[in-house]
């Protein structure tokens, strides 16, 4: 866009516009580091719950788990795990709107396009501004 196409109205609808979308992505961001999941083994002897990264943060163990195998508890407590991180996953994913193309975003990609976005944002309002300055100086100019 060059300075004799601007419109100050233009800028002041981007300038919303843009706050806007930084505004939700914040949040979404926010929301994001904060959903854990919670899960169970299929005989229910164990219980699981990961954070917002599927990091375990906590195990139960039923009383009926001291009887079971070695082999069998760790299998128990593996399906847990996972249904825990599984949770989380899905918990995460509803908040993020994900076009087909896309697939599942994990929330360090969500952090990078967030990133680009606000760098994009922060050209795009230098460019601006260098803009406002040129009309600035045209008009002194002209009078």
Avoid at 12 to 33: A, C, F, K, V, Y
Avoid at 85 to 100: C, F, H, K, W
Avoid at 128 to 138: G, S, V
Wanted: aromatic residues 2%.
């Amino acid at each position: 866009m060059s300075s004799r196409d601007f419109n100050p109205d233009d800028l002041d609808s981007l300038l919303r516009d843009s706050e806007r979308s930084l505004r939700e992505l914040t949040s979404m961001i926010g929301e994001l580091q904060s959903i854990s999941g919670a899960g169970e083994s299929r005989s229910g002897a164990v219980t699981a719950t990961v954070d917002a990264n599927g990091r375990l943060d906590q195990l139960k163990l039923a009383a009926r788990a001291s009887r079971m195998e070695l082999d069998e508890l760790t299998e128990e407590i593996v399906q847990a795990v996972r249904a825990a991180q599984d949770d989380q996953t899905r918990r995460a994913m509803a908040l993020i709107p994900v076009s087909p193309q896309l697939g599942g975003v994990s929330l360090e990609e969500i952090q990078r396009q967030f990133d680009e976005i606000q760098d994009s944002f922060t050209r795009d309002m230098h460019e601006r501004m260098a803009d406002l300055e040129a009309i600035r100086r045209r008009s002194l100019d002209d009078d």
